[in-house]
C-alpha cells in the first residue's frame, strides 16, 4: 500500500509543530534538557537520517516503534544526539513542574489578552522551559 503523506492544505495537523517549535525544542536540546528516547515523543531529524518519508511535516516523527528507531540509529545514545526531542502539551507541562514552572506562570499565557494561535501555548511552555534551563530555580 503506498503511503499518503500529510497534506498541510486539507489535512488537521495532529500537533502544531512548526518552525519555532523546532527552533525552540533544538534550542532546549542545546541547554540540557535531559531526555531518553521512548515510544511515545515527536521527534525531529534534522540530518535526514531517517529515509523513510515523514507522515508529518518538516521531518517530524512519532516513535511508535523504538526497535525501528534504534534500528536506524544504532543505540539510545545516537537516536538523543541526533534528534530532537519535540514535548508534547502534556510532557511540556510535567517539565513545567520537574523545572519547578508554577502552574500560575501557563495560566498568565493565557491571561495576556492577546488573541493566540494554534501552537501558542506551547511555543510559550517551551520558551519557559529554556528560561529555567539557562536559570535554574533552587
Known sequence: MKPIPFN???????LPFEDGHVELANELKRLGLPWTPHV???VWDGDGTIEAG???PERIYF????????????T?????EKLVWLPTWHQARLLCRRFSIEDKEIADIWASGRTMNPGDELLAIYQKLAEALRHPRT
Open 40 to 42: 511515545g515523543c515527536f
Open 76 to 80: 539510545i545514545e545516537a537516536m538523543r
Open 63 to 74: 516513535i511508535l516503534s523504538l526497535p525501528r528507531f534504534l534500528g536506524i540509529f544504532g
Open 8 to 14: 498541510p492544505e486539507k489535512d488537521l495537523a495532529p
Open 54 to 56: 515523514s507522515p508529518f
